[in-house]
């Protein structure tokens, strides 16, 4: 199976790996940032295709995948949530955010690992994981939902009512 | 200081002073003086990550005086005194500097190691008592030397991958591995192949061949080599033999002109394994897989064990005496012009010479050595299939060895050649002949290791040694001498084809007075003018540059490219 | 600062001293280039451009601006480790990664000020010569990185930045590349290794010191989001007068970063060594929330060492040793060193007496057991062992022999590692033991030695489950 990029993601894909005049293996993290933002998630193919576009061999692609925690290598939900588990928000109940996320939002984390720390809802429409510092500190509990930051999350409700 | 050549470094190591070049790695510098540091991930051919941490020493250098201090006092030789440094440094990636100290015993450099081998055995299952590496793996000799004896680890380890197929001749046991990164680096940097990569992160990094890629490539069994653990084991060998059973004989490839240096282990007369010996002018480190893996058909069924003698149809088994006895009267009937003589690049000089007497003595009219050609694969495997065409043109004086085959051929199809000495060539498969141009010899003597299509034309076949099974010498592609070194025995009565040689020679009325392979290298280097005397003891393991060819190996000269830009050791 | 409001409830507090904070929450200030512009905005870059590089290295030293991510290293001497003879191409990297625990300041900048952020890397990359520049920005910040994008081609639109700047000749291009949520890319090696399309395994020091070998092994200045701010005010009063800001060889003004167990965590930005601990907790946080008592502090970001309540440090030498409590310490690079732990990346983790110590030292084990890049043996099996150790005391499956070999674990990681990521994980553990012991060891059961030493025994079967 290969991947089926749209002619406008490659597009923005070729302008984003001229910010790299001296090599192109520097465009590895952009090129992966916008195939996980179209596609949600890395898969094989996107490694592959990352590769070949990069002249890159696949599993110099995969090293960088596997590493980041940033790079989903599962499908994660419509909404994918990311509460910050470190001290200053641990402090302030991220853990028990958490509890009370997946609560909501029907999500049974007891499957999670080292290698597949996110969890999905039942019906698909949200994703959860566990992320470490999120660098708001002193407004914790704090947690992202896509790419929106919410700092002091008091009101579980609140926060997912603006995820239809 | 003490005046000194400007390219020599003073470097106190364990409290004496030594004088080294400029450049040298601390872990070298140390080396040559006999204090060896131990390590995982240095390799001298590969770059220098420095990520094991085990060749962690006590360092120092000169204290600098603070502003207003005086600058500290050279001792009677020159030497500064040394303020050590609290901080460890890795041996493998520093280079020397002037008035360095280095200590590689005492507390830290203990404590370092001790600490280090405590960290890689947390996870390490222990599983020694089934794994191939036990006896000649690292992490169980420092374990012994550095480490404790009680584990303070009370965790769950880590669980990974294990029994993985990583390619057609190797497995890969993810939890053994102690990410060292050497197989990573020398798939990269040497085989060009990157197949091989680290996944995932933290303790739960696992080494990883890309889903479905393999390592496959022709040199991927150096990697179970420079594998400090039993990470990746060979499937060749894996479960066959323990390693401290083994009977190690150092000795050279025959399977192309190269001649890469190895080791051959046997036990009991059987090879088990064959891996890379290091010579910086032959094969670096490594070898082919292709030319490794090439000895299973020694103790093959098809072994030859005894002479035979053609009765009708069909060979019966003869004694050594019967059967030479028997050439001799035929090849004494038939006039030297016809006799032809087909010799093998593939066997030792001394060998050779032996040929040389044999077609001096018999006068004969053809000699010749089959050619065998390949592609240059841009690493270690040369052109030249044979591993000792130097010598036979050297030695038999032949400038285009394998040229005169055709003519043979002809000419035992005309008639003009009657009989044919057939030594260590399967010249059917091997050298283009025909059984009807075979057919048509009055008299057939040849000898080989293994039963095969010529053999059975033969009205003499001679079971001759293998090239584990003797010693010698050859010329490789680039000029060198290299002694070839009995590794087993050969089986039953084979002999080795000197004595064959030399029996033909003594039955046909011959000259005598050769006892032993080092006697003929004695003549020999005293009778062909490129030996220029030199001894039996002179080319050692390494083999000595004997002439000149102008032939160089395609990854030797990557690497010294590599020396030169200072990315290896070398 | 006269004339500017702020907004309600975000007003800074009568200790700080906004530099570089200046325009944090400010009423009617957005990230828009004419706003920073109708404000003297690129003022500076245009002043630089026309003083010859090495005057505007040498007001940076003057200026005694020292590193503010971290280490704390001086940054104008950083600059002119660039050798020489140099004729490689020179890069400037803005370390972006903000992820130390604790640390919430550069976030802010990128937010809300971020053309002072380029401002002051262009000035930068003018004095050390570099025409390619990175933003290394940390993925969590997903709204960040567009808003640098937007103002690098606001920038480019004024002709601040591409070919001929001002016309002075100087060619700059300016870049954001997002990590992807590694706390080692804070690491500068590591941070190159990523930006080069790699795992971001740090690099071996020697021989790949940034300035010499960096990115593609050409030299390279790797500066964080508010060194490279400083060095805009830099420009603007001179290195003699920005120095007379802060305290000798803790010069100028920094961004704290404040969050636990006060009643008003936050951002504070104040003159190096100017406030102490005390007042920063007191006054700027409002204290302790209502009836605790302060525990610990952990005054430079999760990893550095922690601070008892109850300490008596003693600094300076000789005849100017002086013993300072936890309160008294002024917050500077070098009385925090001296009282054992470091001003770090200015992020101050105040715990309070409810804080189980093993709870909080088990948090902190998980982050970094779970940021180890796993290059190198000691941090790589040492953090999880910590990690899993802590783990067990906090369950109450763990025996006092545990907590000896915690810190013995430790003081195999601290020191022996590729960076300096070992003693960031070394030394919570290391300073948790020594401050805390006893508690640590109060939470672990002698009787459970048994169950561990031999795991098949009955002891092990009720207690180890």
């Known amino acids: 199976m290969s991947l089926e990029v749209p002619k406008e993601l490659e597009k923005e894909i070729d302008e984003r790996i001229t910010h790299y005049p001296e090599s192109k293996r520097s465009a590895v993290l952009p090129v992966l940032h916008a195939l996980q933002h179209h596609f949600r998630y890395i898969d094989e193919n996107a490694v592959e295709w990352a590769a070949a576009k990069l002249d890159l061999e696949p599993i110099k692609v995969l090293e960088v995948v596997t590493f980041y925690p940033g790079f989903r290598q599962t499908a994660p939900g419509k909404y994918h949530i990311r509460v910050c588990r470190t001290l200053s928000c641990a402090m302030s109940g991220s853990y028990e955010l958490m509890e009370s996320l997946c609560e909501k939002t029907g999500i049974d984390r007891s499957g999670v690992t080292h290698h597949d720390p996110i969890a999905v809802s039942a019906d698909g429409k949200f994703s959860i994981e566990f992320a470490e510092c999120l660098a708001s500190c002193g407004f914790g509990p704090v947690c992202m939902v896509e790419d929106d930051f919410h700092e002091a999350v008091t009101d579980v409700d609140e926060l997912l009512k603006q995820y239809p | ?570 | 600062m006269s004339g500017i409001t702020y907004k309600s409830g975000r007003e800074p507090h009568p200790k700080e001293h906004r530099v570089v904070f200046k325009n944090i929450d400010r009423e009617g200030w957005d990230t828009s280039i004419d706003t920073y512009m109708g404000e003297g905005g690129y003022d500076q870059l245009k002043k630089a451009l026309t003083m010859e590089p090495t005057a505007i290295t040498n007001e940076v030293k003057t200026a005694g601006l020292r590193g503010r991510g971290g280490a704390g290293f001086p940054c104008g001497v950083k600059w002119t480790f660039i050798p020489p003879n140099n004729t490689k191409p020179v890069y400037l990297i803005c370390n972006a990664d903000e992820s130390e625990p604790g640390t919430f300041k550069d976030r802010y900048i990128i937010h809300q000020d971020p053309h002072q952020l380029i401002e002051g890397m262009i000035i930068s990359c003018f004095a050390v010569g570099a025409h390619l520049a990175y933003i290394y920005i940390r993925e969590e910040f997903p709204e960040g990185a567009q808003i640098l994008e937007k103002a690098i081609a606001e920038a480019h639109e004024k002709g601040f930045l591409g070919k001929d700047i001002q016309g002075t000749g100087f060619d700059l291009e300016i870049f954001v590349h997002r990590g992807a949520g590694a706390y080692i890319c804070g690491e500068e090696t590591g941070l190159i290794e990523s930006l080069e399309g790699k795992r971001p395994y740090p690099r071996i020091k020697p021989p790949y010191f940034p300035a010499a070998m960096g990115l593609y092994l050409c030299p390279t200045i790797v500066n964080n989001v508010e060194t490279l701010c400083h060095v805009k005010h830099i420009m603007e009063l001179g290195g003699e007068a920005w120095a007379k800001t802060g305290t000798p060889n803790n010069t100028g003004t920094r961004i704290l970063c404040v969050s636990g167990d006060v009643k008003n965590p936050g951002y504070y930005e104040v003159e190096v060594g100017k406030v102490t601990m005390g007042e920063v907790i007191n006054d700027m946080c409002g204290g302790l929330k209502e009836g605790r008592e302060l525990k610990a502090v952990i005054p430079g970001g999760s990893s550095a060492k922690v601070l008892r309540a109850d300490e008596v440090f003693k600094v300076g030498r000789g005849d100017d040793t002086r013993e300072l409590t936890i309160w008294d310490i002024p917050m500077d690079f070098d009385t925090l060193a001296a009282c054992g732990s470091m001003a770090g990346s200015g992020g101050v983790i105040v715990i309070d007496d409810s804080r189980s110590i093993s709870w909080v030292l088990n948090n902190i084990n998980n982050f970094y057991a779970h940021e180890s890049c796993g290059q190198c043996t000691p941090c790589r099996e040492g953090s999880l062992w910590m990690k899993k150790i802590t783990d067990r005391v906090v369950a109450g499956k763990a025996s006092p022999v545990d907590i000896e070999t915690l810190e013995g674990v430790a003081r195999n990681i601290d020191g022996r590692t590729i960076c300096a990521f070992g003693e960031a994980c070394s030394w919570p553990t290391e300073s948790f033991i020594d401050k805390f012991k006893d508690e640590l060891v109060s939470d672990t059961n002698s009787e459970m030695e048994e169950a561990l030493v031999n795991p098949e025994s009955v002891t092990a079967a009720a207690n180890l489950g």
């Open chain 2, 1 to 570: 200081m003490s005046e000194e050549k400007p390219d020599l470094i003073d470097v106190q190591i364990n409290g004496e002073w030594h004088k080294f070049p400029k450049g040298t790695r601390m872990i070298e510098a140390c080396r040559a003086v006999g204090a060896d540091v131990p390590h995982y991930c240095y390799h001298p051919k590969l770059t220098s990550p420095g990520n094991c941490r085990m060749c962690l020493v006590e360092m120092g250098m000169p204290p600098r005086p603070r502003p207003g201090e005086d600058p500290p006092e050279p001792d009677e030789d020159g030497h500064l005194p040394i303020g050590w440094m609290p901080r460890p440094a890795i041996a493998c990636a520093n280079t020397i500097a002037p008035n360095m100290g280095i200590r590689t015993t005492g507390e830290l450099t203990e404590g370092c190691r001790k600490g280090v081998m405590e960290l890689l055995l947390a996870n390490h299952p222990l599983d020694c008592p089934i794994c191939d590496q036990a006896g000649e793996c690292t992490l169980q000799e420092y374990s012994v030397e550095h480490g404790k004896s009680e584990s303070r680890f009370r965790e769950r380890k880590v669980k990974k991958p294990k029994n993985v197929e990583v390619g057609p001749r190797i497995r890969l046991d993810d939890e053994r591995c102690i990410m060292c990164s050497r197989c990573i680096r020398f798939t990269d940097e040497i085989a060009d192949d990157p197949v091989l990569g680290f996944t995932d992160r933290g303790s739960h990094t696992v080494l990883t061949v890309y889903p479905g890629r393999e390592l496959a490539n022709n040199y991927s069994l150096n990697t179970v080599d420079i594998c400090p653990v039993g990470a990746l084991t060979s499937n060749d060998f894996r479960f066959q033999m323990r390693v401290w059973f083994m009977k190690e004989v150092k000795t050279i490839d025959t399977n192309c002109g190269t001649g890469c240096n190895i080791t051959v282990f046997s036990r009991q007369g059987k090879i088990y394994r064959i891996t890379p010996r290091q010579n910086n002018d032959v094969n670096s480190d490594w070898m082919p897989d292709s030319h490794r893996l090439n000895f299973h058909w020694i103790d093959s069924e098809a072994r030859l064990t005894e002479p035979l003698i053609k009765l009708g149809d069909s060979h019966k088994p003869a004694a050594w005496t019967e059967a030479i006895a028997l050439a001799s009267d035929k090849l004494n009937g038939i006039d030297g012009s016809e006799i032809a003589i087909i010799a093998s690049a593939r066997m030792t000089n001394e060998e050779l010479f032996m040929v040389d007497r044999l077609s001096k003595h018999l006068k004969v009219g053809h000699v010749d050595t089959v050619a065998r050609k390949g592609e240059n694969d841009g690493y270690l495997i040369s052109e030249d299939r044979n591993p000792n065409t130097n010598g036979v043109k050297l030695i038999l004086g032949l400038d285009d060895p394998g040229s005169q085959i055709e003519a043979i051929k002809e000419g035992i199809d005309q008639g003009r050649i009657k009989a044919l000495i057939s030594l260590q060539e399967n010249l059917i498969d091997d050298a283009g002949f025909t059984a009807e141009t075979l057919q048509k010899l009055d008299f057939f003597v040849h000898s080989y290791p293994l039963a095969n299509p010529t053999a059975d034309l033969a009205d003499v076949v001679l079971p001759g040694a293998c090239w584990a099974e003797k010693s010698g010498t050859m010329i490789n592609v680039t000029g060198r001498l290299q002694r070839l070194n009995e590794a087993v025995d050969a089986p039953g009565q084979t002999l080795t084809p000197w004595e064959i040689v030399r029996d033909l020679i003594q039955a046909t009325g011959g000259g005598n007075g050769i006892y032993s392979v080092t006697d003929i290298f004695n003549q020999l280097s005293a009778e062909v003018s490129e030996f220029d005397g030199i001894t039996w003891g002179q080319i050692g393991d390494l083999g000595v540059p004997l002439i000149e060819t102008g032939v160089t190996i395609p990854l030797l000269e990557r690497e010294k490219e590599r020396i030169a830009q200072g990315i290896i050791v070398g």
